[in-house]
Nanobody, 120 residues
């Protein structure tokens, strides 16, 4: 069992920056990739960025060049640095951790979500 606790959300003006943090606890040895997803009202949850245990990253086209995902394996923590924020970035951001040690059993853990609002 993995527990994920997110922090760092809030209200920011367009063009501003925020850094989200997600700390994992529990059976953290089971985690491979971690990532951030977001969900705006009335929309599907979408991938923002992912990072593997080895440091490989993947970004949604909409955030590429503005957001940076990073990971501190020793602290079991993943970060999302968000720069040049736009109103369309407004959403609840969810931390994700994936246990994919077995190809036939992939399990995703989710944080409670943290609200990011970009508005003037």
């Amino acid at each position: 069992q993995v527990q994920l606790v997110e922090s760092g959300g809030g209200l920011v003006q367009p063009g501003g920056s925020l850094r989200l943090s997600c700390a994992a606890s529990g059976t953290v040895f089971s985690i491979n990739a971690m990532g951030w997803y977001r969900q705006a009202p009335g929309k599907e949850r979408e991938l923002v960025a992912t990072i593997t245990s080895g440091g490989g990253t993947n970004y949604a086209d909409s955030v590429k060049g503005r957001f940076t995902i990073s990971r501190d394996n020793a602290k079991n923590t993943v970060y999302l640095q968000m720069n040049s924020l736009k109103p369309e970035d407004t959403a609840v951001y969810y931390c994700n951790a994936r246990d994919d040690r077995a190809w036939w059993r992939i399990y995703d853990y989710w944080g409670q979500g943290t609200q990011v609002t970009v508005s003037s």
